[in-house]
């Protein structure tokens, strides 16, 4: 029995669990609008009546715009003085668009989990647990039917990212804000990792930032991208990095590495398999891989811990994918021929995990 003190207690806790979608909504708004932009060219700090005129909005939105502020201030998105005017904080500093930085911003990947097209299989995840029991499912069996995705649109996320070409772009320019920021604090504080390798093929590698950052970085090294063709079609002609076409479960062009990128959360154990399968038939006996992915559980961090579950949850609605703790991954690289395997947690959320023959 619980005490009337401790259900009290936990009709908050509840109440807070379940706004959890107006708070994420609140920062859309925020990051949808630029308001971290807004208060960096108002000189580091704006009222949110100056948040107003900055932004073009109506004043009759003036009393939304507060609570908005005041909510994510509440965060720590943003900080609020004394005097009611709002400044960036570290996290509000990621979303400020600044063109001559290398590492860029991360307001599109944070838009790209709050993008109504990817929020939706989410909220329709009880529908699609539910699909099929009462037998009206042509095979009644869940994994034929698809995702929560593809329950959603009609066809699975690569299909929708080839056909809408604004989903496509808004995708792709997600990943690579994210690759951006988080090549430059692999390169930087893990070079040994991408020293001495003549040719590296990333696959999977969206319009090439992280091929990028390793070329810039390295420029002996021979770097190439392996993508969808509608990706390729879209990707940059000229520069360090050659694109390819093709199909990383069928064949990846000969090279020192691999890079897989947050490329394995997209698939099963079984496809993973089949890709690290194509990776060893790549490198040379020298070679190796390098995953950058997340490995549940990795940090000493609540936050960073929590976080990845809920970006496993999202990766399950989204794809045929998942996170994977260390036991999960070691099975994976075992079955896929391969002997030795080094995690490194050092990207936050992600590690970055070498896969030697
Ligand atoms: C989650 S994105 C990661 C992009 C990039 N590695 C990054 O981290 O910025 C996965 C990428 O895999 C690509 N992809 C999906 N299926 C593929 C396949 N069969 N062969 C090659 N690339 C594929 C998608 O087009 C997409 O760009």
Redesign the pocket.
């Known amino acids: 029995m619980f005490t009337r003190a401790e259900l009290l207690e936990a009709s908050v806790e509840l109440r807070h669990h379940a706004l959890g979608c107006v708070k994420s909504t609140a920062l859309r708004c925020a990051v949808k609008l630029g308001v971290a932009n807004a208060i960096q060219r108002r000189g580091g700090r704006a009222s949110v009546e100056d948040l107003l005129t900055e932004l073009s909005l109506d004043a009759s939105r003036l009393r939304c715009l507060h609570s908005v502020m005041r909510a994510l201030a509440a965060l720590g998105v943003f900080k609020e003085g004394s005097d009611g005017e709002y400044g960036l904080t570290a996290i509000s500093s990621l979303l400020v668009d600044d063109d001559s930085s290398v590492r860029g911003s991360l307001r599109p990947i944070t838009l790209l989990y709050l993008e109504p097209a990817f929020v939706a299989p989410v909220l329709n995840l009880a529908d699609w647990a539910l699909a099929g029991v009462d037998g009206s499912d042509d095979d009644n069996n869940c994994s034929a039917r698809g995702t929560a995705f593809k329950m959603t649109h009609g066809e699975d996320v ?1 299909d929708v ?1 080839a056909r809408d070409a604004f989903l496509g772009d808004f995708f ?1 320019g997600a ?2 804000s ?2 951006r920021f988080l090549m430059d604090i692999a390169i930087r504080g893990s070079p040994q990792v991408f020293e001495g390798i003549a040719s590296l093929v ?5 319009t090439g ?2 091929a990028q950052a390793v070329a810039a970085a390295f420029p002996d090294t021979r770097c190439t991208v ?3 063709p509608q ?1 390729v079609d879209a990707a940059p002609i000229d520069g360090p990095v050659r694109f390819v076409g ?4 069928k064949f990846i062009p000969p090279a020192d590495a691999v890079l897989l ?3 394995l959360h ?1 698939w099963s154990d079984k496809d993973c398999v089949i890709i690290l399968k194509r990776c060893k038939e790549a490198i040379a006996a020298s070679g190796k891989v390098i995953v950058i992915d997340i490995v549940l559980g990795s940090s000493s961090l609540a936050i960073c811990n929590e976080t990845q579950l809920w970006l496993d949850l999202f990766m399950s609605t989204v794809t045929t994918g998942k996170e994977r703790r260390e036991e999960e991954w070691y099975r994976l690289f075992k079955e896929a021929g391969f002997s030795a395997y080094k995690i490194s947690p050092v990207l936050g959320l992600l590690s970055i995990i070498e896969v030697f023959l």
């Open positions: 690569w990212l792709n990943l690579a994210e690759t990333d696959a999977g590698g969206g930032a992280a392996l993508e969808l990706v093709g199909d990383m479960t990128k947050n490329v997209d």
